[in-house]
């Protein structure tokens, strides 16, 4: 069942909360600027009206005047079209982030996954996780390291997110800012865009494991509402993290690797270079996904299963848990093709300033997804102690690029450069 209330209760607070923030309820004894205006164009109106004996001088200033006013007037009209876009804007990211919340605390809570194993009538497995529960598990199992990652993103990281968005929030609904202050600042909002995303080291490491075991029919591991509730959030809250609108000058800038005026080449050389590049990162891409990145034993239930992420994706899609495979295929493999070809562009002075490239960026979890596999192998071994799991080199290969693409994202871009977007 989904968390309709709270989802509904949120909703409803922060639709009022922007209602107050921009449309204030009016008083009667200080009229709004926009009636004084319009009361001083009546009574200008009247006495042009009444002046019927002036001269052609007169009325060149009047019909100059009405110009001018014309002038103001569509001025303000795209004014208010500006005003009226930044409202559906925040509109839409308040809804979008208060859904993403609502699903947060059940997709922490209820259960993840379910794992069982039975082999003559002797029980081997028989474990049911929420995302707390494989945490407390793994520090159990004396796996710290893998247990802290998924405390600290998937569990803390959510809730400093949101203590960042309502401090920026609250002291816009204000009018003031707090430069010196992280936590309430565009610079606070800026990191948070960047970090959403690993949230859902937590969704594809329970994905990964479930795909793996689902290969051997005498071990079943079975996704559950928990997984979905947070999928959910991961998704919602990276959008709703776009969706704020920051001062121009603490966007991310992408940061060209050419030296300038390498556009002015002959268009042929450039168009081949890029062609040729792209077919590259490509091709790198599609061997990360195609060779088997890890194995996985456990005598026991007859199990030995080396697959790729294309292996993972393909018996997710088998036993039935197509979300959770079109999810992998779509932020594992590819959005991340698309940035990765969008950066090729815009390295090449081809297609500067893209759209939709910040999202692009944030939405390409290739790197989350490195780290989740090397998250999975201390976790299967949690699950028994004749559980054994081994990163292969196309294992190694993915955690190695995904130390690059997380090096480019953070050390390429700059908060404090001028956007180009």
């Not at 247990?147 to 600290?152: M, N, Q, R, S």
């Not at 609904?173 to 600042?185: I, K, M, T, V």
């Not at 792209?278 to 005598?299: C, K, Y």
């Not at 999810?327 to 939709?356: H, I, K, Q, R």
Request: charged share 15%.
């Amino acid at each position: 069942m989904m968390p309709n209330s709270p989802f509904w209760l949120g909703l409803l607070n922060g639709l009022w909360m922007i209602r107050l923030a921009y449309y204030p309820l009016e008083s009667s004894e200080n009229p709004t600027p926009k009636a004084t205006k319009n009361s001083a164009k009546i009574q200008i109106g009247r006495e042009v009206s009444t002046d019927q004996d002036a001269d052609m001088s007169n009325k060149d200033t009047e019909y100059a005047g009405m110009t001018i006013s014309d002038a103001e007037s569509g001025l303000e009209s795209l004014r208010d079209a500006s005003e009226m876009e930044k409202r559906l804007k925040s509109i839409a990211c308040t809804i979008v982030l208060t859904a993403a919340y609502a699903f947060l605390v059940p997709g922490l809570v209820t259960t993840l996954f379910t794992a069982h194993a039975e082999v003559g009538g002797i029980t081997y497995v028989d474990i049911e996780k929420s995302t707390t529960g494989l945490v407390w598990m793994l520090f159990d199992a004396g796996n710290w390291i893998p247990a802290l990652l998924i405390l600290v993103y998937s569990v803390l990281m959510p809730f400093a997110k949101l203590t960042v968005l309502v401090g920026y929030a609250y002291l816009a609904l204000l009018g003031r800012s707090r430069p010196d202050s992280f936590f309430a600042s565009a610079s606070g909002v800026a990191t948070v865009q960047k970090i959403s995303k690993w949230a859902t080291i937590d969704c594809f490491t329970t994905a990964t494991i479930c795909g793996f075991f689902c290969e051997q029919d005498l071990l079943k591991i079975v996704l559950h509402d928990g997984f979905y509730y947070f999928m959910s959030y991961c998704v919602l809250s990276v959008t709703g993290a776009l969706l704020i609108e920051l001062p121009r000058e603490t966007r991310p800038a992408h940061r060209k690797l050419l030296a300038p005026g390498a556009a002015q080449q002959p268009e042929k050389l450039v168009l081949l270079g890029a062609a040729l590049s792209s077919a590259g990162v490509l091709a790198v891409l599609a061997t990360l996904i195609s060779m088997p990145i890890m194995r996985v034993e456990f005598g026991r239930v007859y199990l030995d299963a080396s697959l790729s992420i294309v292996g993972v994706v393909g018996q997710l899609w088998t036993k039935g848990f197509s979300a959770a495979a079109v999810c992998l295929v779509a932020l594992v493999v590819v959005v991340p093709a698309m940035d990765l070809v969008s950066t090729v562009l815009e390295t090449f002075e081809l297609a500067s300033s893209l759209p939709a490239r910040r999202w692009l960026r944030d939405f390409a979890m290739l790197d989350v997804f490195g780290l989740a596999v090397a998250i999975t192998v201390a976790t299967v071994s949690a699950l028994h102690n004749d559980i054994h799991a081994t990163l292969l080199p196309a294992g190694w290969a993915l955690c190695l690029t995904s130390a690059i693409l997380v090096y480019f994202a953070w050390a390429g871009a700059s908060p404090t450069e001028e956007a180009s977007r």
